[in-house]
């Protein structure tokens, strides 16, 4: 049986995963306006603005909790530091997609909420697998999702970024858990 849950939390040793609210949007507004975060994500314009931002978070509170949840990365000293969520798109399983402001970038914190929202997908949402994928010109993503528990499908994906405003290579992973 599938729990639902409307609002999620999920605590990891520095992190709290929870749905965004609408005292994140400057936070959110100001980490995402970064050219080189919003170039490797599909769905993110970039410049990125308040409105944006406002949009984002109207977007996900009304979410279906049973086909996609996102949550705000809330660092215990820092406060949010990124994104990270599940959606459906084309495959049977979920995907999930991140991304952390540039300050926290290389300290673990993508591994260590893709860690923790995979057990909670595992756990409360009963999930088998789930789909990732990264630009062919950002491995460092790669590595995240390797260290998280991700292996190369071999399949690579063209998807549309909207920073880009092109059409981009992705390398697919999957995740059995």
Partial sequence: MCVIEFSPRIETRRLTLRAPEEGDVARLACLADDRDIARMTTRMPHPYSLADAEEFVAR???Q???RENTFVLD???EGPIGVLGFFHDADPYPEVGYWIGRPFWGRGFA???AEGALDW???RWKKRAVVAGHFTDNPASGRV???AGFLYTGEVRTKHSR???EDTPIRMMVCLL
Avoid: F, I
Wanted: glycine share 4%; no cysteine; net charge neutral.
């Fill in 60 to 62: 996900t509170a009304a």
């Fill in 64 to 66: 279906d909790p049973r």
């Fill in 75 to 77: 660092h215990e000293d």
């Fill in 111 to 113: 591994t260590e909420a």
């Fill in 121 to 123: 997908a595992r756990r």
């Fill in 145 to 147: 999702l390797s260290n």
């Fill in 163 to 165: 920073a880009r405003g």
